[in-house]
């Protein structure tokens, strides 16, 4: 195993770690979703997706190509999530964020763990969809069916009217 790759493989362990020691839960109830903002968690939730399959299914150079062909998508959805956790948390926003990373990170690795031919294959056959991409086709993708949802946020407004 290339030097790299155990370095991705112990991160990935220590972040599923840290998930399972802090307690954090799925869902981060401050955080609210206003227009637009689905597109930055659905990223996320695919991005974490897919990092777990570079480490637990020997995919890091299809993971690695991904990020540089989508960098500036990658990059934009990572900085409308940190102002989302702003706006919620304030000071405190980077400490929630990285618990709620945590979150889909262990997610994914649970199911690659009990699934993991499934997993593996399903993660497998995205790579190669994605490469085929553009921006702009990359993004109506991870706002699909396949992403859209999983993140475990609500609108902005859903909640309270819930509670009524």
């Known amino acids: 195993m290339a030097r790299r790759e155990k370095a991705l493989r112990t991160a990935l362990l220590t972040i599923v770690t840290?998930?399972?020691?802090?307690?954090?839960?799925?869902?981060?109830?401050?955080?609210?979703?206003?227009?637009?903002?689905?597109?930055?968690?659905?990223?996320?939730?695919?991005?974490?997706?897919?990092?777990?399959?570079?480490?637990?299914?020997?995919?890091?150079?299809?993971?690695?190509?991904?990020?540089?062909?989508?960098?500036?998508?990658?990059?934009?959805?990572?900085?409308?999530?940190?102002?989302i956790f702003r706006n919620a948390y304030g000071a405190g926003s980077e400490h929630h964020l990285g618990r709620y990373v945590t979150v889909l990170a262990n997610d994914a690795a649970q199911r690659s763990a009990t699934e993991k031919g499934r997993f593996c294959t399903i993660t497998a056959g995205i790579f190669d969809r994605v490469m085929g991409m553009d921006g702009v086709a990359f993004r109506a993708f991870v706002a699909g069916p396949e992403f859209a949802g999983r993140h475990g946020l609500s609108e902005c407004g859903a909640r309270e009217a819930a509670e009524r």
Do not use: H, I, W
């Open 18 to 83: 840290l998930g399972l020691v802090a307690g954090a839960t799925a869902v981060d109830a401050a955080v609210c979703l206003r227009p637009g903002d689905e597109m930055a968690v659905n990223t996320r939730v695919m991005q974490s997706e897919m990092m777990v399959a570079a480490l637990a299914c020997d995919q890091a150079a299809s993971y690695n190509a991904m990020v540089r062909k989508f960098q500036p998508e990658l990059t934009a959805g990572g900085t409308a999530l940190k102002r």
